[in-house]
């Protein structure tokens, strides 16, 4: 077995298994952890199959939670990559939120895939939209997610899945490095400055981009409930915050440390150019549709 190639390799995959399945000493270009110890998961760091085979012992399930709203050219390509790199081997619950469940396409899903759409009123701010997700997302785990799922991610619809996104990003509680801000000093961060905001920052660990954020179904609840909460405070005293939902996510994880940590190869954006240090994309933001919406 692939354990066995070398005796050396051998030595190194056995510490690997003692922390976690992790080996954080193999990327040494990069951190490999936090402060509070929450892994943060590079490629190179995991053997895929150990992740996978430990998840369908334990019988991990993942829902995942994505929204069409009023932007259905992005729909079908989420779905069609989705289904070649999300979870496979794993059985996926996909719900789909859309003011316009007839315009959503069929999908060939794999086995133990299946698809529910959620139709869901479509309010005229997308910054509404954006917010009003936290509180769909936790109706539904409260009424739906919690008794067929272990997990939960959640993900915004521009983005194309181009390589393995696997059991190894799962955990109790998950956040993703934002592309842009992974490298670059804490004060450029865009933490929400205002103090009027329930998200309102001084100081934070990193910046989180709110395009994925996941975890069991127990802390997404958590998580949605807690930021559905300041954002209404927020309507209430007349203040939005900086970058919506993001902002209110950034705080809440500042407050609630996340369990594990993706690195921006779990949502990279190709107009940043070259990395050495990502080695491989598994998401990428979807080229904006300029054309189609300079359509009126
Ligand atoms: C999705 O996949 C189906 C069949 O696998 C294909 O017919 C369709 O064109 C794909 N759609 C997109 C937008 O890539």
Redesign the pocket.
């Known amino acids: 077995s692939r354990l066995r190639s070398s005796s050396g390799c051998r030595t190194i995959k056995i510490t690997c298994w003692l922390i976690f399945f992790l080996c954080f000493r193999s990327r040494r270009d990069v951190q490999t952890c936090t402060s509070w110890k929450a892994p943060i998961i590079w490629e190179g760091m995991f053997d895929p199959d150990l992740y996978d085979q430990m998840h369908k012992k334990e019988g991990t399930s993942v829902a995942l939670t994505v929204f069409a709203v009023g932007r259905f050219e992005y729909l079908?390509?989420f779905l069609?990559s989705s289904e070649k790199h999300f979870m496979l081997g794993l059985p996926v619950s996909y719900y789909v939120f859309t003011d316009m469940p007839e315009k959503v396409p069929e999908?060939?899903l794999g086995h133990e895939r299946s698809l529910k759409v959620i139709k869901v009123e479509r309010h005229s701010r997308w910054q509404d939209v954006s917010m009003m997700r936290m509180k769909t997302i936790l109706d539904a785990i409260e009424s739906d997610i919690r008794h067929h799922c272990t997990h939960v991610f959640c993900f915004d619809v521009d983005q194309v899945f181009s390589g393995r996104f696997g059991s190894e990003a799962l955990g109790d509680s998950v956040a993703l490095l934002h592309a842009y801000y992974y490298r670059i000093p804490e004060k450029l961060f865009t933490y929400d400055r205002n103090p009027k905001s329930k998200s309102y920052m001084e100081t934070g660990d990193f910046y989180y981009h709110a395009a994925v954020f996941g975890g069991s179904w127990k802390s997404v609840k958590a998580l949605t409930e807690a930021c559905y909460r300041n954002i209404m405070e927020d309507k209430r005293n007349n203040v939005e915050a900086l970058w919506h939902d993001e902002s209110h996510l950034n705080k809440y994880f500042w407050l609630h440390k996340p369990s594990r940590v993706l690195s921006p190869e779990y949502c990279w954006d190709t107009n940043i150019g070259y990395r050495s240090d990502i080695r491989v994309t598994r998401l990428l933001w979807a080229p904006k549709h300029y054309d189609a919406l300079r359509t009126p």
């Open positions: 079908e390509t069609n999908i060939k």
